[in-house]
């Protein structure tokens, strides 16, 4: 059972931009994704990778501002967020899939991470 863990969140100011990290606890060939809950909000969709890093797949309202990516030498995957809004203020969870086609519904993950706190002020 993989182990997921994220980083790199924090406080910042529209426009700035973070860099979140997620590492895993062993290599694998799993499609990995970035999902995010504000409050009284269900979790959603931000990004997800395949395996082979070839392809990368997104959400409309982060599109052109995040730019996902993973490193099979560090077993992570990172999120760089540019264009920060406060929109975006959100806990993001890494996802591992073992399998499935749909990687933009979070059922299809099989591993979470605990979260990380994004917060975006105006």
């Known amino acids: 059972q993989v182990q997921l863990v994220e980083s790199g969140g924090g406080l910042v100011q529209t426009g700035n931009s973070l860099r979140l990290s997620c590492a895993a606890s062993?290599?694998?060939?799993?499609?990995m994704g970035w999902f995010r809950q504000a409050p009284g909000k269900e979790r959603e969709f931000v990004a997800a990778?395949?395996?082979?890093?070839?392809?990368?797949y997104y959400a409309d309202s982060v599109k052109g501002r995040f730019t996902i990516s993973r490193d099979h030498a560090k077993n992570t995957v990172d999120l760089q967020m540019n264009s920060l809004k406060p929109e975006d203020t959100a806990v993001y969870y890494c996802?591992?899939?073992?399998?499935?086609?749909?990687?933009?519904?979070?059922?299809?993950?099989?591993?979470w991470g605990q979260g990380t706190q994004v917060t975006v002020s105006s």
């Open positions: 990778i395949s395996w082979s890093g070839i392809n990368t």
């Open positions: 062993e290599r694998s060939t799993y499609t």
């Open positions: 996802g591992a899939a073992t399998a499935g086609l749909n990687y933009r519904l979070w059922a299809t993950y099989d591993y």
